[in-house]
């Protein structure tokens, strides 16, 4: 069982609670880091003195730019733990995965294989692309509560003669668990099969020795749990596939090789990419990340044993849920029936709490069953989930109960 202990509250040299080192509102308490990331002040203000120069001498501003996004393309892949060469800086995960999506020739009538808890924007964009080859997705389900055999099992299992792509998280969105893609990516490389892993959630949370896994693609964001100014993810692509892999803006690197092509886009702010160093080297000098993983596994656990526990004493049920291989800094809570029962309604159900409550959280879905997807960064503390458990618990049930009438 996991511990109830709260982990002490990180904290800046100079006393001061983490939290100063970020522009969050105080009025507003935020558990959602897993949404949509949280930029320390240090890399906002980098970024906003990168823009300034732009401004002052856009045509000398752009006529360097491409050098000093190579630049900045050696600094990530060096936290990203990856060759330059290896990696592209694309805009998010989402378009990472167009990338993949059309730069791909899949065979007339292909098939693409995705899972039940994939992220349903990278998803469609896996639809849509089967439409334009007249194929189709194949949704192989895997239980929420899989071990990496049953998880691996079920995909294969959903894969056949013309399955030309498996698009399979690393970390999943709205089940906050591993898949296991190295496994995947082995079987199904021995099938001929490319496969895409979406690792939005990793980079920050886990330091992966992403180019071992043995897939063709991986994504992830910089701008999630690396806290790297919105915009900022990488592509990493090992084999020969790469050749084929071409930026979303088709611009003067078109002739260059993977990645170099990325690192042009036309006129576009790509200060995200130039400032994103900024943030990483701010939490590895002010803390250090492995330091920073263990305070958040130790925050996710409290949080997680403590909301659930708050749950079950209004209902009486277990509130704890079993995701088969849970993440350090994520975690689900099963949240009284009647909540969330569909994306709509988690989506819903997040934009009230917010707007009724002031609380910034993650509300998910599967497969019927609503769940509090609670996510944390070095600004969290044991207290602001014990004021999750005052503030919104009771409300939470008595919405349930509402919605069951
Ligand atoms: C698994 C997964 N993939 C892709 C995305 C999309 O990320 P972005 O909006 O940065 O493209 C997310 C966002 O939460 C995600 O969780």
């Not at 730019?65 to 990856?82: C, E, K, P, Q, W």
């Not at 180019?211 to 990488?234: M, Q, S, Y």
């Not at 959280?361 to 944390?376: C, N, P, T, V």
Request: charged residues 20%; glycine residues 8%; contains cysteine.
């Amino acid at each position: 069982m996991r511990s109830l202990t709260a982990p002490i509250a990180l904290s800046m040299d100079d006393g001061t609670a983490a939290a100063t080192a970020w522009t969050l509102s105080p009025h507003v308490l935020h558990l959602n880091h897993g949404s949509f990331g949280a930029v320390p002040r240090v890399a906002q203000h980098h970024q906003n003195v990168l823009r300034a120069q732009m401004d002052s001498d856009p045509v000398g501003w752009f006529a360097t730019l491409g050098s000093r996004v190579s630049a900045a393309r050696a600094d990530i892949s060096r936290f990203v733990g990856t060759a330059p060469g290896n990696t592209a800086l694309v805009p998010n995960a989402s378009g990472g995965a167009s990338v993949v999506y059309n730069s791909l020739a899949l065979p007339a009538g292909a098939e693409i294989v995705v899972s039940d808890h994939g992220y349903g924007a990278v998803t469609m964009g896996a639809e849509r692309a089967a439409r334009r080859c007249g194929g189709r997705v194949v949704t192989a389900r895997v239980p929420l509560d899989a071990d990496a055999a049953e998880a691996h099992a079920a995909v294969m299992a959903a894969c056949g003669p013309a399955t030309a792509l498996i698009v399979i998280d690393h970390i999943t969105s709205a089940t906050a668990r591993f898949m296991p893609v190295r496994e995947i990516a082995a079987s199904a490389r021995e099938r001929g099969i490319v496969t895409l892993v979406d690792g939005a959630h990793v980079l920050g949370l886990y330091q992966e020795p992403i180019e071992d896994l043995g897939c063709d693609v991986w994504i992830g964001n910089l701008h999630k749990f690396a806290c790297a100014p919105r915009g900022t993810a990488v592509l990493v692509a090992t084999g020969e596939l790469r050749d084929e892999l071409y930026p979303l803006i088709d611009s003067w690197g078109s002739p260059h090789r993977f990645p170099e092509r990325f690192d042009t886009q036309g006129t576009l702010d790509v200060t995200s990419y130039l400032a994103a160093p900024t943030s990483f080297d701010f939490i590895a000098e002010t803390w250090g990340w492995p330091a920073v993983r263990e305070y958040l596994t130790g925050l996710a656990d409290y949080a997680e044993r403590l909301v659930a526990d708050a749950f079950g004493e209004l209902t009486g049920e277990d509130h704890r849920v079993d995701v088969g291989r849970p993440v350090n800094g994520m975690r689900l809570v099963r949240l009284p029936t009647g909540l969330a029962r569909s994306h709509a309604e988690a989506d819903a159900l997040r934009d009230r709490v917010v707007r009724e409550c002031d609380v910034e959280a993650a509300f998910s879905s599967f497969a019927g069953i609503g769940y509090f997807r609670l996510s944390a960064h070095a600004y969290n503390t044991a207290r602001d989930f014990e004021a999750f458990v005052e503030r919104m618990v009771p409300t939470l049930h008595d919405w349930a109960r509402d919605a069951r009438r």
